[in-house]
């Protein structure tokens, strides 16, 4: 854990001193402090998001302003105004954690909230890299778009490797589909992973 956290710090100062990370360069970086390459892959996607770009060449200055600019675009707000809610219905409750997972440089979270005949859905990112490097203590959080489905939740929260980061919370509500989905993920994508599904077992109280 310590060996991944300091090439991670290593790789977020490098991208957002240099404006961008090489994917060769990320992923030597990473590899010693990861299991699977699949896993290094994952994390280059957490640096996206955190709006730095992976490119495979050194990008224009030109190339660089135009890859920032879109990483850095501001999540759309979920109420920018009248909102149709089809046929699920306006909210009727306030939104609760399904699920919350500990990950490098802060948490990722699955959020739900109950409408008239249904629920949707969106994930949540922590960004407290900055606390890493001495920057301060502003904390970032990125949301997705909501979605009314379950699948369509999980394969949205499926850009990270959730199941097999450190689970902290589970909403009562929701253990059984958790745990299903985190059993699902861990026998098709890792089967080693035994203690981790042990951990989600134990939390879900399943």
């Known amino acids: 854990m310590v060996e991944m956290q300091t090439a991670l710090r ?3 100062a490098l991208g957002r001193s240099r404006g ?3 994917r060769a360069e990320a992923f ?3 590899i010693e402090g990861l299991t699977h ?12 998001d955190l709006g730095i770009p992976v490119v495979d060449e050194p990008p ?12 850095r675009s501001p999540t759309p707000s979920p109420n920018p105004g009248p909102v149709a809610y089809g ?45 890493w490097l001495d920057e301060g203590d ?21 850009r990270y490797p959730w199941a097999r980061l450190q689970p902290m919370e ?18 098709r994508l890792d089967p080693s992973f035994k203690q981790r599904l042990h951990d989600w077992s134990m939390l879900c109280n399943v």
């Open 10 to 12: 290593s790789l977020i």
């Open 20 to 22: 961008y990370l090489l």
């Open 28 to 30: 030597q970086c990473l």
């Open 37 to 48: 390459n699949e896993q290094a892959d994952e994390v280059l996607g957490m640096m996206r």
């Open 60 to 71: 224009t200055d030109e190339e660089l302003a135009t890859i920032t600019a879109l990483l």
């Open 87 to 131: 046929p699920a219905g306006p909210p009727t409750g306030q939104p609760l954690v399904v699920l919350r997972v500990g990950a490098e440089g802060g948490d990722i979270r699955l959020i739900a909230q109950e409408l008239t005949t249904g629920w949707r859905y969106r994930y949540s990112m922590l960004d407290q890299a900055s606390l």
């Open 138 to 158: 502003a904390e970032i959080r990125r949301q997705s778009a909501w979605v009314n489905d379950w699948r369509n939740a999980l394969e949205s929260l499926d």
């Open 170 to 187: 589970v909403h009562p509500r929701f253990a059984e589909r958790v745990l299903e989905a985190a059993r699902e993920r861990l026998t």
